[in-house]
């Protein structure tokens, strides 16, 4: 006889991935705290700048594969699919650092340290995939492990630069090994679970089908990082580095709060991928909750936000930055937009329109690039916090209405408007 479990297994696996986003957005707060204290805003803010340059890089080494793979992994013949994305993404980082090299002599004396971060990251990019292979075996407590104790071990070295106030590159040299230890270890774990070669070259015969879908996601994701990242190389170049300071300790509240439309994406990723389309009606009623889901998930985080900045602000920075405080209150904005967004990706994923999502990343970062270089220079930060909700808010809500109507739809019913 069968034991009725009194939560689905898929919760309970979720909960471990819950557990692992809440525990790492703990640990980035405190050391961005510690950081902030230590250092103050100029040197905080040079470091937000550096970690910045190096998401991009990982973002455009990223090549949109994620999403197609966890698909495709739902299918038949997992070994070929997974070997097919990792020979692209392992010809792409050769090429990168191919061009990387070309461009050495080209580069500035003084960013010569940052660009040679960046070479040392970029062979270490292949194996985030083996990340995406985890989850699609419901591996999630084995995943959450290993993030945990990697993310530990450099927590404790990072603590240790920063009570001996040791100079700053050794805390960019911890920023840029943390993704590369803990990839490695993923794989580790995935070849560990293999009794099959992880790699048979060559196998391209899916590259068309992979790179059709991929690249339009690829693109939109470059596009993201445009609208969210711009201001703050604005800011910097503009405004300078304790600008900058002042900025990112807002903003790194609002990314601690992240971890929770993260979890709610990944605990349902899997069920509306491979969520049948034969009944339409059904197909939308799901999405309607799942939004709804987002939504009241958003309203919370930001109502919370909103009461308590001044207090979260001086608690977690100090008195150096109070003005932080009414950038964070300006981003509760943007916040409820990323809760939409990502559930609205869900939505791109199940029903594969790639094309969506691209246009809507592209028109919204022309229009986050235009409003921060027509505003933020002159209007100081709060108008680089309203550029960035009004990005988000468009990214996730308004550009549905030009190019994915049907989720625009759902999206009006979730929020209860007929």
Same mark, same amino acid.
């Given at each position: 006889?069968?034991?009725?479990l009194?939560f689905p297994i898929?919760?309970?696996r979720?909960?471990? $991935?819950?557990?692992?986003?809440?525990y790492?957005?703990l640990?980035?707060? %405190?050391?961005?705290?510690?950081?902030?204290?230590?250092?103050g805003?100029?040197?905080?803010?040079?470091?937000a700048f #550096?970690?910045?340059? $190096?998401?991009?890089a990982?973002?455009f080494?990223?090549?949109?594969?994620?999403?197609?793979l966890l698909?495709?992994?739902?299918?038949?013949?997992?070994i070929?699919?997974?070997?097919?994305?990792? !020979?692209?993404?392992?010809?792409?980082?050769l090429?990168?650092?191919?061009?990387?090299?070309?461009?050495w002599?080209?580069?500035q004396p003084s !960013?010569?340290?940052?660009y040679? $971060?960046?070479?040392?990251?970029i062979?270490f990019?292949?194996?985030?995939l083996? !990340?995406?292979?985890?989850?699609?075996?419901n591996?999630q407590m084995?995943?959450?492990?290993?993030k %945990?104790?990697?993310?530990?071990?450099?927590?404790?070295v990072?603590?240790v630069?920063?009570?001996h106030?040791l100079p700053?590159?050794?805390?960019?040299?911890?920023?840029?090994?943390?993704?590369?230890?803990?990839?490695?270890?993923i794989?580790?774990?995935? *070849?560990?679970?293999?009794?099959?070669?992880? %790699? &048979?070259?060559?196998f391209?015969?899916? @590259?068309?089908s %992979?790179?059709t879908?991929s690249?339009?996601?690829?693109?939109?994701a470059?596009?993201?990082?445009?609208?969210?990242?711009?201001?703050q #190389?604005?800011i910097?170049r503009?405004?300078?580095?304790?600008?900058?300071?002042?900025y990112?300790?807002?903003t +790194?509240i609002?990314?601690?709060?992240?971890?929770?439309?993260?979890?709610l994406?990944? &605990?349902?990723?899997a069920?509306?991928?491979?969520?049948q *389309?034969?009944?339409e *009606?059904?197909?939308?009623?799901k999405?309607?909750?799942? @939004?709804i889901?987002?939504?009241k998930a958003?309203?919370a985080? &930001?109502i919370?936000?909103?009461?308590?900045?001044?207090?979260?602000?001086?608690?977690?920075?100090?008195?150096?930055? +109070?003005a932080s405080?009414?950038?964070l209150?300006?981003l509760?904005i943007?916040?409820f937009?990323?809760f939409?967004?990502?559930?609205h &990706?869900?939505?791109?994923?199940?029903?594969?329109k790639p094309l969506?999502?691209?246009y809507?990343?592209?028109?919204?970062?022309?229009?986050?690039?235009?409003?921060n270089l027509?505003?933020?220079?002159h209007?100081?930060?709060?108008?680089a916090?309203?550029?960035?909700?009004?990005a988000q808010?468009?990214?996730a809500?308004f550009?549905?209405y #030009?190019?994915?109507?049907?989720s625009?739809i759902?999206?009006? *019913?979730s929020?209860?408007?007929?």
């Open positions: 006889m069968k034991i009725k009194a898929e919760n309970i979720a909960s471990f $991935l819950v557990a692992e986003k809440i790492r957005s640990i980035s707060i %405190i050391l961005a705290s510690l950081i902030a204290r230590t250092y805003p100029a040197e905080y803010g040079l470091l #550096i970690t910045t340059n $190096l998401a991009l990982s973002i080494l990223s090549l949109g594969l994620e999403g197609p698909r495709q992994l739902s299918l038949k013949d997992r070929n699919h997974l070997n097919s994305f990792l !020979e692209i993404k392992i010809a792409a980082c090429f990168a650092t191919l061009i990387s090299l070309m461009c002599p080209l580069i !960013e010569h340290f940052l040679l $971060l960046l070479l040392l990251y062979p990019t292949c194996l985030e083996f !990340e995406v292979e985890l989850l699609s075996n591996q084995s995943l959450a492990k290993i %945990i104790f990697c993310c530990s071990f450099i927590a404790i990072k603590a630069i920063i009570f106030q700053l590159n050794l805390l960019l040299i911890t920023y840029a090994a943390e993704p590369c230890i803990t990839n490695a270890c794989f580790m774990l995935a *070849k560990k679970n293999r009794n099959r070669k992880l %790699i &048979s070259l060559p391209l015969s899916s @590259f068309k %992979i790179i879908e690249m339009p996601l690829w693109v939109s470059l596009g993201i990082a445009a609208y969210t990242r711009v201001d #190389i604005i910097a503009s405004l300078g580095e304790q600008q900058l300071g002042i990112v300790a807002a +790194q609002i990314s601690f709060f992240n971890f929770i439309p993260v979890a994406y990944n &605990s349902h990723a069920s509306f991928l491979s969520l *389309k034969n009944n *009606k059904i197909s939308n009623e999405f309607v909750a799942l @939004f889901k987002f939504n958003a309203l985080s &930001s919370f936000i909103l009461l308590c900045a001044d207090s979260i602000i001086n608690l977690a920075y100090g008195e150096k930055f +109070q405080a009414l950038i209150k300006t509760t943007s916040n937009f990323v939409m967004g990502v559930a &990706s869900l939505w791109i994923l199940s029903n594969q969506v999502r691209l809507g990343t592209i028109a919204t970062a022309i229009l986050s690039i235009t409003l027509l505003l933020t220079p209007f100081g930060l709060v108008s916090a309203i550029v960035a909700s009004l808010s468009f990214a809500f550009a549905n #030009i190019w994915a109507k049907e625009f759902l999206q009006i *019913k929020l209860g408007i007929k």
